[in-house]
């Protein structure tokens, strides 16, 4: 057998494996909330929807990133794509309140599932090739980018094929066939995120290496998975650094929330109909995602000239609650200058969560090592989706206008001023079997350390899907 791939073909396949594990979200994001309206849904009742999503990662998340830990992230991958690509066949032709509901535990199901495992697998790669002091930040910001980039291209042409399906002359047996079967314009994304869903799974399977594991059996993986969850909780609790990861990953699961809830029913409104209400929403969450990558690519420059991680983190999340306050006060007047101000908000909140994830995760991999390593990504997203789910519940049952936004942006500030209290950087958890064990840091560095630059990780945008 071959030895681990050199870091540069490794940065370049999970960058490859991050997009293709998110351009079928960028596809579904600007129709899905659409087009549960046309399949006779309320607003509250897409919120119960978002919410079965995110409380089926939130249950699966633990459980599946023992599960990477203990089999290889190779085989939790593909699985991920393969209920994917299931979730995505039935949001696109499922009419019924049950269908859609098994959508959102399929397609719950799937993303606690890929969570972690790619950028373990990166992670571990890189470091067995150089050495526990590889440089990571880069890889990881790009793996970032092109989970934006996906995103980004994703929302313009899954908001686009709607639009130009709408407008194109098709012919009259087609026309009737979607007036009376289960697929609208509006499904089609969600169809083509399914080939490429497939087309995500392949890859997986043969472009990334993993070292043979020890024989085990399934008994043996479930019995291990509970011990490596309470690790993962053991690490959430008691480490200071982890607790400010979590708290501000939570605060921005609120941020996305608002956002992928309210934002496409005001574009509809906007231009007074379904198709185009799309196709608005779309350039605006393609800007965004642009901008996330922006962001994400900028995150180590933005440490460096502040100084340190922690106040680059800070600085980014600043960024986004300014805009999410834009997003609130322009609710209040129409034209284009409020326009241009929301956009603007748009730009701001996805341009400091793009730099913001990076440098999180940077300190999130200071404290695990390769046999936790899925299992603390897990705990994070954990922290994201139960945290959306509330808020998504929350923000449905208000009154439209600024309050929603501006309950978003109270959030997120809370979840970014932890950063701004100085602290020592916390090892390992105490207590159980350490995720990592505990490394001498200094109190409080004045700035970037050499070891600032040799680690870090994405923190992708995460949208609904």
């Given at each position: 057998m071959t030895g681990p791939l050199d870091p540069r073909t490794a940065r370049r396949r999970f960058a490859s494996v991050t997009f293709l594990l998110w351009l079928p979200a960028g596809l579904c994001l600007p129709t899905m909330v659409l087009l549960m309206g046309e399949r006779g849904m309320g607003l509250s009742a897409v919120a119960g929807l978002f919410a079965v999503h995110s409380l089926t990662v939130a249950a699966l998340e633990l459980?599946?990133?023992?599960?990477?830990?203990?089999?290889?992230?190779?085989?939790?991958?593909?699985?991920?794509?393969?209920?994917?690509?299931?979730?995505?066949?039935?949001?696109?032709?499922?009419?019924?309140?049950?269908?859609?509901?098994?959508?959102?535990?399929?397609?719950g199901s799937g993303r606690a599932l890929s969570s972690g495992p790619a950028e373990a697998w990166y992670v571990d790669t890189v470091q067995a090739r150089s050495g526990s002091d590889a440089e990571l930040r880069t890889g990881l910001a790009r793996g970032n980018t092109a989970s934006a980039a996906a995103l980004a291209l994703g929302t313009?042409?899954?908001?686009?094929?709607?639009?130009?399906?709408?407008?194109?002359?098709?012919?009259?047996?087609?026309?009737?066939?979607?007036?009376?079967?289960?697929?609208?314009?509006?499904?089609?994304?969600?169809?083509?995120?399914?080939?490429?869903?497939?087309?995500?799974?392949?890859?997986?399977?043969?472009?990334?290496?993993?070292?043979?594991?020890?024989?085990?059996?399934?008994?043996g993986v479930l019995r291990g998975v509970p011990a490596t969850m309470l690790d993962g909780l053991r690490l959430g609790t008691r480490n200071l650094l982890v607790r400010r990861v979590?708290?501000?990953?939570?605060?921005?699961?609120?941020?996305?929330?608002?956002?992928?809830?309210?934002?496409?029913?005001?574009?509809?409104?906007?231009?007074?109909?379904?198709?185009?209400?799309?196709?608005?929403?779309?350039?605006?969450?393609?800007?965004?995602?642009?901008?996330?990558a922006l962001g994400s690519h900028a995150a180590p420059a933005v440490a460096r000239l502040t100084g340190s991680g922690e106040r680059a983190i800070l600085v980014a999340l600043g960024v986004s609650v300014t805009g999410l306050l834009l997003l609130g006060v322009t609710v209040l007047w129409s034209g284009p200058s409020a326009l241009g101000l929301a956009a603007a908000g748009y730009a701001l909140v996805y341009l400091g969560l793009g730099s913001s994830g990076p440098n999180q995760n940077t300190l999130l991999h200071r404290n695990v090592d390769s046999t936790g390593r899925a299992t603390a990504l897990s705990v994070q997203s954990l922290a994201q989706q139960l945290a959306g789910a509330l808020a998504g519940l929350v923000i449905g049952a208000l009154p439209s206008g600024p309050l929603p936004w501006l309950l978003a942006g109270a959030v997120l500030l809370a979840g970014a001023l932890p950063w701004a209290r100085g602290g020592r950087r916390d090892g390992a958890a105490s207590g159980g079997r350490p995720l990592r064990q505990p490394e001498?840091?200094?109190?409080?560095?004045?700035?970037?350390?050499?070891?600032?630059?040799?680690v870090g990780g994405p923190g992708p945008a995460q949208s609904i899907p």
């Open positions: 459980p599946t990133g023992g599960l990477s830990d203990a089999i290889g992230r190779r085989a939790v991958l593909a699985f991920a794509g393969v209920l994917s690509v299931a979730a995505m066949l039935l949001l696109a032709l499922g009419t019924t309140l049950w269908a859609l509901v098994l959508a959102m535990v399929l397609m313009l042409c899954g908001g686009g094929l709607p639009w130009l399906l709408d407008l194109a002359p098709l012919p009259s047996a087609w026309t009737a066939s979607i007036a009376s079967g289960p697929v609208l314009p509006l499904s089609i994304p969600p169809l083509v995120g399914a080939v490429v869903g497939l087309v995500h799974t392949v890859y997986v399977l043969t472009a990334l290496p993993e070292p043979p594991r020890a024989p085990t059996t399934v008994r979590l708290s501000s990953t939570a605060a921005m699961g609120t941020a996305l929330a608002a956002i992928e809830l309210l934002a496409p029913g005001r574009s509809a409104e906007l231009t007074g109909a379904p198709e185009s209400g799309a196709l608005l929403f779309a350039s605006l969450a393609c800007a965004g995602f642009v901008c996330t001498a840091e200094p109190s409080e560095p004045s700035g970037p350390s050499e070891a600032d630059d040799k």
